[in-house]
Nanobody, 122 residues
Framework: QVQLVESGGGLVQAGGSLRLSCVAS????????MAWFRQAPGMEREFVAL????????NYADSAKDRFTISRDNAKYTVYLQMNSLKPEDTAVYYC???????????????WGQGTQVTVSS
């Protein structure tokens, strides 16, 4: 099993920034990719960004390009999501996910964190 714990969410004004963190523990050696998803009330969970552990491959949703940056610290088993120029439509619960194959849909991922709330006020 892999445990994921997110942190860093909160309330921020439009145009502001937040950095989310996700620490992985447990049987992490089988994990090939880490990702961030988000889910707003009444909406489906949607892909935000992913990064591979072994290399530097990243992928972003169109809504995140040019504003969000995903990065990792392998020594700390931690993945980050730096979010800049936040908009009210970024308001959602953000989830960290870990999996063995690259993908942008939730079913590609085997392990999930509990989520952290991000609220952007206008």
């Amino acid at each position: 099993q892999v445990q994921l714990v997110e942190s860093g969410g909160g309330l921020v004004q439009a145009g502001g920034s937040l950095r989310l963190s996700c620490v992985a523990s447990g049987r992490t050696w089988g994990i090939a990719v880490m990702a961030w998803f988000r889910q707003a009330p009444g909406m489906e969970r949607e892909f935000v960004a992913l990064i591979t552990w072994s290399g530097s491959n990243t992928n972003y949703a169109d809504s995140a390009k040019d504003r969000f940056t995903i990065s990792r610290d392998n020594a700390k088993y931690t993945v980050y999501l730096q979010m800049n120029s936040l908009k009210p439509e970024d308001t959602a619960v953000y989830y960290c996910a870990a999996g063995r194959i690259l993908g942008t849909i939730p079913s590609n991922y085997n392990y999930w964190g509990q989520g952290t709330q991000v609220t952007v006020s206008s």
